[in-house]
């Protein structure tokens, strides 16, 4: 697998070559300094992989990569960066690993190894995608950057200072408050308490418990989620309304 980097520090990109050659079957066919001159190198070698820093002179790495996931036949990008707050426009412009500087070999192993499993077809379907909204929540874990897909959240759950997302691989804290979400994704998630929300598409219907509350019953999980009383006819309504549809 033929690998290009791009970091303007020169002590990084000779970390990343040597921390590629103990790894076997890769090969760095070139290092770039600045964005302009990764354009040049990735015409020229033509990489499966582009390990890509983001605070660079020229274009930036998130313009270089968003001009790349526009040729014909695009790289695999993978970020490897000091900051972890690019993380959501990065996977915008359809990279398939984001790495935080310190890098560990094995995090750098495994984003290869996804790169590998990608065929040329596959990686052309990762050119970026005409949306209107976000598709993925940004999770912070301590592997690193995790992006859930937003059409496998069941729902959001707030506690205290937090919010829990439950999603189809299974769950993850994240930074948004359950405000921001519902202005987000109002069209996608319904309030069922102040502390929740839930996906439209999941919710299935409604159950009494013992304690004669009522509660939410969804698609994908056995959570049961209590709705309140203040939003209760508005979540029936939403029901009724699908059984009609």
Avoid: W
């Amino acid at each position: 697998m033929k690998i290009l980097i791009v970091d303007d520090e020169a002590p990084a990109r000779q970390r990343l070559a040597g921390m590629i050659a103990e790894l076997g079957d890769c090969e760095v066919v070139g290092e770039a300094a600045d964005g302009e001159e990764a354009l040049v190198l990735t015409e020229r070698v033509r990489p499966d992989v582009v390990l890509l820093d983001i605070r660079m002179p020229g274009p930036n790495g998130l313009e270089v990569a968003a001009r790349l996931s526009q040729s014909s036949q695009p790289p695999a990008i993978i970020f490897t960066t000091a900051h972890g707050d690019h993380a959501l426009q990065a996977f915008e412009t359809a990279a398939i690993d984001y790495l935080l500087k310190p890098l560990r070999s094995e995090r750098l192993a495994a984003a290869l190894a996804k790169a590998r499993r990608l065929n040329r077809a596959q990686l052309e379907a990762l050119q970026v995608p005409e949306t209107d909204g976000r598709e993925h929540i940004l999770c912070r874990r301590r592997s690193g950057i995790e992006l859930v897909p937003v059409d496998s959240v069941r729902y959001f759950m707030a506690d205290q200072k937090y919010v829990t997302v439950k999603h189809a691989r299974g769950e993850d804290l994240i930074e948004d408050s359950l405000r921001k979400l519902e202005d987000e994704f109002g069209n996608r998630f319904v309030r069922i308490h102040r502390k929740a929300l839930v996906a439209r598409d999941r919710l299935v219907g409604l159950e009494r418990g013992g304690d004669g509350r009522t509660y939410a019953v969804l698609e994908g999980t056995d959570d049961r989620l209590e709705v309140s009383r203040r939003h209760l006819p508005h979540v029936r309504s939403l029901l009724r309304s699908a059984r009609v549809s």
